[in-house]
């Protein structure tokens, strides 16, 4: 009977603490995203700040690099940045890593310049982790709970370098929607 009840509480636990889920239908597939609201609140408001707003909506995988990650949600197809929001306070420290199917804010050289991008790791990438690279680390605010197989479709692809960028896919892939499915 304990055990009943053990299994019983950690289930309801477990549904308690899970968090919003976001689903992208891509050109190459679909896959969800499960938001760690409670350890990663700033960047999971701001990712769905541009989920609600439609933002995603055409734009594409800009940056695939297999064996490390996937790049999305800055550029529409023809390479032109999308202008996003003021950027965000890094939230690198929230105790969540940079595992295989981890979804995580991108920046530049600036800690505190996370806007629209984000990137989904398809390998661990613990030297992402806080204090890593650079002393600063990557905020991981998610996973990939369903659809890897697209994921996993998308680091295979060909790239190339189209202007300053490199590791451009030759196809676009492009996200037609991302919307929240639960809360």
Known sequence: MKKILLLLALIISHTAIAGTKVEFKTTIGDFVVELNDEKAPISTEN??????????????????????????????KE?????????????SKNGLNNVMYSIAMARTGNPNSAT????????????????????????????????????????????TRVGPFSDVPVNPIVIQSAKVISK
């Not at 390479?79 to 939230?91: C, R, V, W």
């Not at 369903?146 to 994921?151: C, H």
């Open 47 to 76: 990712f769905l700040n541009y989920v609600n707003s439609n933002f995603y909506s055409g734009t594409i995988f800009h940056r695939v690099i297999n064996g490390f990650m996937v790049q999305g949600g800055g550029f529409t």
């Open 79 to 91: 390479m032109q940045q999308k202008s996003g929001n003021a950027p965000i306070q890094l939230e």
């Open 116 to 159: 629209s991008q984000f990137f989904i790791n398809v390998v661990d990438n613990p030297n992402l982790d806080y204090p890593k690279p650079d002393g600063n680390g990557y905020a991981v605010f998610g996973m990939v709970i369903k659809g890897t197989e697209t994921i996993d479709k998308i680091k295979k692809v060909v790239t």
